[in-house]
């Protein structure tokens, strides 16, 4: 089982870029990177997904230097609403499709 | 957009009672999943399902608990004789096909208190 790291917790202004890091060190060649987002009291949601270099869709950048060992998910201009928990999930092995959570970051959006 | 629904949105129960929480996945999909987040806790996976048999199943997921799928539409978990410790937050998700490159879809969840 691949292990992520990130950090427990960020504070951010309102209308500033975040950049949430993820370690994963032993990601396997052929598994993609994924996050998901979670709002208190809700189910987690898909943010974005990549397996290299840059991903970018109406939420989030995802960028994955070459090594792939790590990934930064960039959201620009968060707003008091992207207040949440941000999961960088980890690889379960191989055929498996279950959702590896770690604890996350929560991201503290200010007024 | 379609959603995962979950029914019952709480449900309190005494220990050592049975309990059931319904799930309608997405009606195109084709994998269901069952996941729970106890209070200040990490989401954990529970069980995976597919063809109208299990897939995948964590330790969590022991002899107490079992998944169906009655009908075309619902997905349950039976919980047989609950717990203190299962009191959490349960999550059913769907995807359209396996594989973590598809997209799982969470419901909004059954807060399970167990008293």
């Known amino acids: 089982l691949a292990k992520t790291t990130q950090p427990i917790s960020m504070d951010s202004y309102e209308g500033q870029e975040v950049n949430i890091t993820c370690s994963h060190n032993?990601?396997?060649?052929?598994?993609?990177i994924t996050w998901y987002q979670q709002f208190p009291s809700q189910g987690p949601r898909f943010i974005i997904q990549?397996?290299?270099t840059k991903v970018t869709n109406e939420v989030a950048s995802l960028f994955i230097p070459a090594d792939r060992k790590s990934s930064t998910l960039s959201l620009p201009r968060v707003s008091l609403s992207d207040t949440a928990v941000y999961y960088c999930?980890?690889?379960?092995?191989?055929?498996?499709?279950?959702?590896?959570f770690g604890k996350g970051t929560k991201l503290s959006v200010i007024p | 957009e379609p959603e995962v629904t979950q029914t019952p949105s709480h449900q309190v129960t005494q220990m050592g009672q049975e309990v059931i929480l319904r799930c309608v996945p997405i009606?195109?999909?084709?994998?269901f999943y069952w996941y729970r987040q106890i209070l200040g806790q990490k989401v954990e996976f529970l069980v995976s399902?597919?063809?109208?048999?299990?897939?995948?199943k964590s330790e969590i997921f022991d002899d107490q608990f079992s998944v169906e799928r009655p009908d075309g539409s619902n997905f349950t978990l039976k919980i047989r004789s609950t717990k203190l410790e299962d009191s959490a937050m349960y999550f059913c998700?769907?995807?359209?096909?396996?594989?973590?490159?598809?997209?799982?879809?969470f419901g909004p969840g059954t807060r399970l208190t167990v008293t």
């Open positions: 999930l980890g690889d379960p092995g191989a055929g498996s499709y279950q959702l590896t």
């Open positions: 032993n990601i396997a060649t052929n598994d993609y």
């Open positions: 998700a769907s995807s359209e096909a396996g594989g973590r490159m598809y997209e799982q879809y």
């Open positions: 009606s195109n999909h084709l994998y």
């Open positions: 990549g397996y290299k």
């Open positions: 399902f597919y063809n109208n048999e299990i897939s995948e």
